[in-house]
């Protein structure tokens, strides 16, 4: 199940982040352009980083900061893409 979805665009490319709730629980995918490139999982302080790159010339890099208390909670995640920092609430998205 993934309940929650945080997307945006940049450079033409896709970046989004999912986290899972019920079995797998504290669990999350980074993916560009829809094909997953890194996978975490919330540490003890209930944040998951995540990092990868943008298939640009030359690479840019991708940073995805969620934290999440649980359920009932709402998560937040911050993605850093090169220079550009951008924050969401839960399920936002930006295209």
Known sequence: MVPYS???DRHGDSVT???YAGPKSGDAELLVNG????????????VCEMESELPTSPPTPVHATLKWTGRGAQPKCVLL???VEQ?????????
């Open 6 to 8: 945080f997307h945006t």
């Open 17 to 19: 982040v999912l986290v």
């Open 35 to 46: 094909k997953e490139v890194a996978f975490g999982q919330l540490d003890p302080s209930n």
């Open 81 to 83: 893409i090169g220079d």
């Open 87 to 95: 924050s969401f609430e839960d399920g936002s998205s930006d295209a």
